[in-house]
Structure formats: C-alpha cells, structure tokens
Nanobody, 121 residues
Framework: EVQLVESGGGLVQPGGSLRLSCAASGFTFSNYVMSWVRQAPGKGLEWIAYITTRGASTGYADSVKGRFTITRDAAKNTAYLQMNSLKPEDTGVYYC??????????????WGQGTQVFVSS
C-alpha cells in the first residue's frame, strides 16, 4: 500500500520554525520527485518546493524562498521541509507529493493527508 505520511505541523509564533516530515512507503521513493504543496484557509493549492530524485536540484516558490529548505533522506524514505522565519501567511495545510514521469505525456503521483501549520501570536 502506497503511503505518504506528513508530520511536524503545529502552532508556532511568527518568526519561529518548524520542520515537516513526509514518510514514504509502498513505492520506490528514490525514483520520485518530491514536493510540498500548501493550502491556506479559503484558498487553492500553492506549490512551494520540490526536490529531484537524488536531491541534486531544488526549487522554491517566491513566497518561501530563503526561508524554507526542502531535503530528502533516501535511507529513511523521507522528505523534509525546514521552515524558518514563519509568517502568519504561512498558515495552512501542508501536503507532501511524490511524482514520477511514466511516459513522455503522463505522470503518476501520490499525495499525503496533510499536516496543519498555524502561525500566530
């Protein structure tokens, strides 16, 4: 059974830090690009970061660049999102995504159930 299980969310004050984890099982983790996507209250999904299969390349949305860092640990089949200098607008549900290209025109992806982050004083 494929599973992506996020953890590490919670309540934090502005300026604080959190580290989210995404534990993967049931598929070959090292073959998948991992991403974090969030959804703020009342808004749509926002992609915020990705990391390639071997971690050689990362990318970030402008809204989090310089504050968030995505990493992965192949030995633990886990992806992480280190979030520093948190702002109230970072509040939302954070989802982990695993993506692989299955052909030139198709992909396969998995989603976690999400973990809530609430930034407030």
């Amino acid at each position: 059974e494929v599973q992506l299980v996020e953890s590490g969310g919670g309540l934090v004050q502005p300026g604080g830090s959190l580290r989210l984890s995404c534990a993967a099982s049931g598929f070959t983790f090292s073959n998948y690009v991992m991403s974090w996507v969030r959804q703020a209250p009342g808004k749509g999904l926002e992609w915020i970061a990705y990391i390639t299969t071997r971690g050689a390349s990362t990318g970030y949305a402008d809204s989090v660049k310089g504050r968030f860092t995505i990493t992965r640990d192949a030995a633990k089949n886990t992806a992480y999102l280190q979030m520093n200098s948190l702002k109230p607008e970072d509040t939302g549900v954070y989802y982990c995504n695993a993506l692989i290209g299955t052909s030139i025109v198709s992909t396969k992806e998995y989603w976690g159930q999400g973990t809530q982050v609430f930034v407030s004083s």
